[in-house]
């Protein structure tokens, strides 16, 4: 896969963009499939209200693309 991800993207849009998302994401429990905000909320916009770092997550994300 060659596309990138972004902070930008829905969590919705990452989890379509690659089957191993949910793994990243529940490295940082981040519930983000069963979420209605899942939907409309950006990566940048979840890693913050959990007091995560974005870019840790984009991190591990980009080494599944």
Not at 3 to 9: A, I, Q
Not at 18 to 24: F, G, L, N, S, W
Not at 40 to 62: P, Y
Request: glycine share 8%.
């Amino acid at each position: 896969m060659s596309e990138k991800f972004n902070k930008d993207m829905t969590f919705a849009q990452a989890l379509q963009a690659h089957p191993d998302v949910a793994k990243v994401l529940r490295k940082y429990n981040l519930g983000c499939i069963g979420c209605m905000g899942a939907q409309n909320e950006s990566l940048e916009q979840g890693a913050n209200a959990h007091g995560l770092d974005v870019n840790d997550i984009m991190k591990d994300l980009n080494e599944l693309a």
